[in-house]
């Protein structure tokens, strides 16, 4: 069985910063392209960054380009997100995200963890 295990969220000022981990297990994570999604309330899921399975990052949304960084360890099955100079519009939970979860499995809970909450406020 798959499992994601975010953590790493909390409450933060704006212009502060946060490093969110997803520990993975139940498949050959070191194979694995992998990324991390986050979802506000009233608004769907989106992708915020991704992540090759030999560690090269691969995609940032606009939003967050020159304020976020994906890097991952194998040797601990772990992908991480370093966040900085956050604001507002990055209150959300953050989920880990493996790249065989295609448009087929997209909406299988199984394949999702909890997430981890992150919020931007005085």
């Known amino acids: 069985q798959v499992q994601f295990v975010e953590s790493g969220g909390g409450l933060v000022q704006p212009g502060g910063s946060l490093r969110l981990s997803c520990a993975a297990s139940g498949f050959t994570f070191s194979g694995a392209d992998m990324s991390w999604y986050r979802q506000a309330p009233g608004k769907e899921r989106e992708l915020v960054a991704a992540?090759?399975?030999?560690?090269?990052?691969?995609k940032y949304i606009d939003s967050v380009k020159d304020r976020f960084t994906i890097s991952r360890d194998n040797a601990k099955n772990t992908v991480y997100l370093q966040m900085n100079s956050l604001n507002a519009e990055d209150t959300a939970v953050y989920y880990c995200?493996?790249?065989?979860?295609?448009?087929?499995?997209?909406?299988?809970?199984?394949?999702w963890g909890n997430g981890t909450r992150v919020t931007v406020s005085f």
């Open positions: 992540i090759s399975s030999s560690g090269i990052p691969t």
């Open positions: 995200h493996a790249g065989w979860n295609d448009a087929r499995t997209f909406g299988d809970m199984r394949y």
